[in-house]
């Protein structure tokens, strides 16, 4: 993800949760979306617009969600950050699964690939060592 092509935090979340549900239903609906997000439809409306000025998802009013392949490609990269953090925190640091999703969400903005990818392999290294802090 190029700097300038960076959405903000919130965004990102939004749009994973688009992916995440468009893998799991082929499409997402702004019902789905707000009950994920735990917020209101009208708040999901907004952000639905500004993602879609942005061309990473298709929405028409009243219809459904779905992403661009630009949106598909940029949540994807951003899930498997999402993976490999909640990896690290829960196998390696021993963080309870509650805990090491909610930091791993709030981390995940912030994380250039590269260092994602470096965490990737400790994690990977770790394991196969048996190391795990209790």
């Known amino acids: 993800m190029e700097r300038e092509d960076k959405l903000a935090p919130r965004l990102e ?25 735990k917020v209101k439809m009208p708040t999901v409306t907004e952000v639905l617009k500004r993602l879609t000025e942005k061309g990473y998802i298709v929405y028409e009013p009243y219809g459904y969600v779905v992403t661009t392949e630009k949106g598909k490609e940029y949540a994807e990269k951003l899930y498997s950050k999402h993976r490999v953090l909640i990896s690290f925190l829960r196998d ?3 963080l309870p699964y509650d805990k090491a ?19 990737e392999k400790l994690t990977e290294k770790l394991k196969e060592m048996g190391f795990k802090l209790e």
């Open 13 to 37: 979340d939004y749009l994973e949760t688009i992916y995440l549900l468009e893998k799991k239903n082929k499409v997402a609906r702004v019902k789905e979306i707000a009950s994920a997000r």
């Open 92 to 94: 390696i640091l021993g």
């Open 101 to 119: 999703e909610k930091e791993g969400c709030l981390i995940e903005h912030h994380l250039s690939e590269e260092t994602v990818r470096k965490i």
